[in-house]
């Protein structure tokens, strides 16, 4: 794990909080020669342009959905990828006596939603190989960080020799948990009490599906 010293945030928006975290993993680009950049769509991108810009690498995205919970659907029951890669939070669907069928009709819809998302962002564009380099997956927080590991299991299945797993905020403990998966954990601050991502940018507006097409495009 690393990160960052000293009071960073808020930062102004997911811009500045890529450069800092471009920063820091600048100053760890010997442990990961010739890395791919893979954010996660869609805040995650512009972050990851930063990244990707700073250590001369190329940008892809790494598409994940989440699975919310029937009737609270920003409570993650687990997470899918491409690749048919599947992650599922037992405790939670254990506590709430989520029955198998609930799970999978979840699982359909948000299924449907990463084909299409898929479809959208790519424009048709292949994936950029990830066999033998280092994956540095790169979203603007994270929080359970539920879709970072699904992220990680869909960077492995592709071929990448190390994952590691790089955003500008997060809670310490979901940098430790992820730690345990990921080869690295790269994160600029780790500020608690930890509520959500939003309030550590002054400038958190929602990222579109154009907007990425657009910073891929480049």
Known sequence: MASGSGPVVP??????????????????????PDPVVVALPRGGVPVGVEVADALGAPLDVIIVRKLGTPGQPELAMGAIGEGGARILNHEVLDALRITDGELEAVAAREQRELDRRAQRLRAGRARVPLTGHTAILVDDGLATGSTARAAILVARAQGARRVVVATPVAPRSTVVELGEVADAVVCVATPEPFRAIGQWYVDFRPTSDDQVVALLDR
Request: hydrophobic share 50%; glycine share 10%.
């Open 11 to 32: 930062f102004p928006n997911r811009r500045a909080g890529g450069a800092a975290l471009a920063a820091l993993l600048s100053a760890r680009r010997e442990l990961d």
